[in-house]
């Protein structure tokens, strides 16, 4: 056999491993769930459970879900960010290496930040104030709103 012929079959196993290991992955872990709007979604791993708890007797249970709040606005950006999301977490979950309860990181925390902004535009519009370096943070003071309030 040429060494090119045996490259090529190593790469086809190697990406045919990899693809049916990530079909197993997403099929296991309910992957298709995620790319829907369901809260219950987000119960699919455990340390989500005090976080849809707590959503479920917040005041924004009656108009708001988790991909309001969690997710951007945008289909492209929605889309990206679940993905970025899922992959992080899958990584996160797998090896064990995530915080319990499970905290935000700082690109989730604009998304977020941007998703208040959205819908509450009437109110951040009045407190930000042209003179100021930067806009107020929503979730620095309203930190609890939608889980914990």
Same mark, same amino acid.
């Given at each position: ?11 086809? @196993?190697?990406?045919?491993?990899? @693809?049916? #290991?990530?079909?197993?992955? @997403? ?7 995620? #790319? ?23 005041t924004h249970h009656s ?29 996160? @979950?797998?090896?064990? /290496? ?8 700082? /690109? ?8 208040? /902004? ?32």
């Amino acid at each position: 056999m040429r060494t090119d012929e045996v490259f090529r079959g190593l790469a086809l @196993f190697f990406a045919c491993a990899i @693809f049916g #290991l990530g079909v197993y992955t @997403f099929v296991f872990a309910q992957g298709a769930s995620y #790319l829907a709007n369901d809260p219950k979604a987000c119960m699919n791993c455990h340390v989500m459970n005090d976080h849809f708890s707590a959503w479920t007797k917040s005041t924004h249970h009656s108009v708001a879900v988790c991909n309001d709040c969690h997710a951007p606005h945008d289909i492209v950006g929605k889309y990206y960010t679940k993905a970025l999301n899922g992959w992080n977490h899958s990584v996160a @979950f797998t090896t064990g /290496r995530f915080q319990d309860p499970i905290r935000i990181n700082d /690109r989730n925390r604009q998304v977020t930040e941007n998703a208040c /902004r959205n819908c509450h535009s009437a109110v951040t519009h009045q407190i930000d104030m042209p003179w100021r370096d930067q806009p107020l943070s929503c979730v620095r003071c309203h930190e609890t709103v939608g889980h914990l309030e």
